[in-house]
């Protein structure tokens, strides 16, 4: 149950300060800016591995404990509690910035700018790096060194950065699931559900293959 408070808490608090910093920058007239979002994201993702890293493993994210679980990293009893834990501090938060912020259309919401295929392809492949990172760094119930939550953090910066203003750069299902589901905009949240959920995976298989020990 303590792990479970731990990924409610941590989803909470990304989705909160991310998808807030979003809803702020728009009710304030862009005094966040873009790089001030990316910013954002990485900093909370960071902080809340730093905090919380040692009891849950700080997923926060359905698509990384669905691949630790294919990497046989991480129990798959716990794969539906985790999740469960993290669309609930997710819907939580954006339930709190509604009532901060009711005149808010989006709430933060993902939604591609170009075309669907140009996010999707987008999100799958800022998905796959970015648990390509966290493969190296960190196992599925316990964060891995000092350097586990700034080079995660970093990444996730990095990625929003770039590719926010095209794609949103969710990376994240339940942080595209739950400001669409209050805000009501669910056009295209299958692309965000389904896109990072197959890029963390495929990252698991490529980097089985690649760091499999020599036969013989």
């Given at each position: 149950m303590r792990r479970y408070i731990s990924e409610i808490i941590g989803t909470f608090a990304i989705v909160f300060c991310g998808t807030g910093a979003i809803i702020i920058n728009q009710?304030?007239?862009?005094?966040?800016?873009?790089?001030?979002?990316?910013?954002?994201?990485?900093?909370?993702?960071?902080?809340m591995i730093y905090?919380?890293?040692?009891?849950?493993?700080?997923?926060f994210n359905p698509a990384v404990t669905i691949a630790f679980a294919v990497a046989k990293k991480f129990d798959t009893k716990?794969?539906?509690p985790y999740i469960i834990s993290q669309i609930f501090g997710a819907v939580l938060a954006s339930f709190t910035l509604h009532s901060l912020f009711?005149?808010?259309?989006?709430?933060?919401?993902?939604l591609p700018t170009g075309s669907n295929f140009q996010?999707?392809?987008?999100?799958?492949?800022?998905?796959?790096?970015?648990?390509?990172?966290?493969?190296?760094?960190?196992?599925?119930s316990k964060e891995q060194g000092m350097f586990a939550g700034s080079a995660i953090g970093s990444v996730v910066t990095l990625e929003a950065m770039f590719a926010g203003p095209i794609c949103g750069a969710s990376m994240n299902p339940?942080?595209?699931?739950?400001p669409a589901l209050v805000s009501t905009h669910l056009e295209h949240l299958w692309l965000y559900l389904l896109a990072p959920t197959l890029g963390a995976i495929t990252s698991v298989i490529i980097w089985k293959y690649i760091n499999q020990k020599p036969v013989g």
């Open positions: 009710e304030t007239g862009g005094t966040i800016t873009h790089v001030g979002v990316a910013f954002t994201f990485g900093l909370i993702v960071m902080s905090a919380l890293g040692n009891i849950s493993g700080a997923h716990d794969v539906l009711p005149a808010n259309e989006f709430l933060g919401s993902t996010s999707f392809v987008l999100e799958f492949i800022l998905t796959f790096l970015l648990m390509m990172v966290i493969l190296n760094v960190a196992h599925g339940v942080r595209s699931l739950a």
